[in-house]
């Protein structure tokens, strides 16, 4: 997760401070927008199994469970929040799921990440585990060859813990299938979100993923 923050007013001592309530109407739209990409799918995979032949069955689909840790780098400072150019370090945990096809492949997914580390001073403290975001996400799943993959993926994150904030997210994943099912990764992120300001962060990733085949 790439931390975000919300404007508010400053104070002489660190303490935790109460998160402002979250806006019900964020979390619909984004409700609506994995309804949508859940549509588009099945759309695609209709299309996809339409204009497939009994010659070129594809591959089946394929579920997908990332979970990683990650290093942000703020390419933009708000001074007023007391900000590094380091953010704090957070966790992430991806679930997707790939629809049948050939190399390139379609599919859809959420995500959950949530920050380790703390900063913000006395200004605006943000400590361990105060900010938990969801991500409904479009992926794109491609096949290299029986080792490798990559997976590149349009997310929209948004806070359910520690304030309020939207924002967009384009990522990309390079995997390595160590045993049949599992494997390594490495990703890197870009994120855009506005939160006391415009924001933009990359990050970088490393973690383990299980990429499970579907048989019919």
Not at 45 to 61: F, K, L, V, Y
Not at 108 to 117: E, L, Q, R
């Amino acid at each position: 997760m790439r931390e975000r923050y919300t404007e508010t007013a400053g104070f002489h001592r660190p303490r935790r401070r109460r998160p402002p309530p979250h806006a019900p109407g964020q979390t619909s739209w984004a409700l609506g927008l994995l309804m949508l990409l859940l549509a588009g799918a099945g759309a695609l995979s209709t299309a996809r199994a339409e204009d497939g032949s009994a010659e070129h069955p594809g591959d089946p689909p394929r579920m997908l469970a990332l979970l990683s840790a990650g290093v942000p780098l703020r390419l933009t400072l708000n001074e007023k929040l007391d900000q590094s150019r380091l953010a704090p370090t957070y966790g992430n945990l991806l679930l997707g799921y790939a629809l049948g096809g050939e190399r390139l492949r379609h599919g859809f997914g959420v995500g959950a990440s949530w920050n380790f580390g703390h900063e913000g001073g006395y200004t605006t403290p943000v400590y361990a585990g105060d900010q938990v975001a969801l991500m409904p996400s479009y992926l794109a799943y491609y096949t290299l060859n029986t080792d490798v993959f990559a997976l590149g993926h349009v997310g929209v994150p948004f806070l359910v813990r520690g304030g309020t904030s939207l924002g967009l997210e384009l990522g990309a994943a390079l995997a390595y299938r160590v045993f049949a099912g599992s494997g390594v990764f490495a990703a890197v992120n870009v994120d855009a979100y506005g939160a006391a300001g415009f924001n933009l962060l990359a990050s970088l990733e490393l973690g383990v993923v299980i990429d499970y085949e579907v048989l019919p």
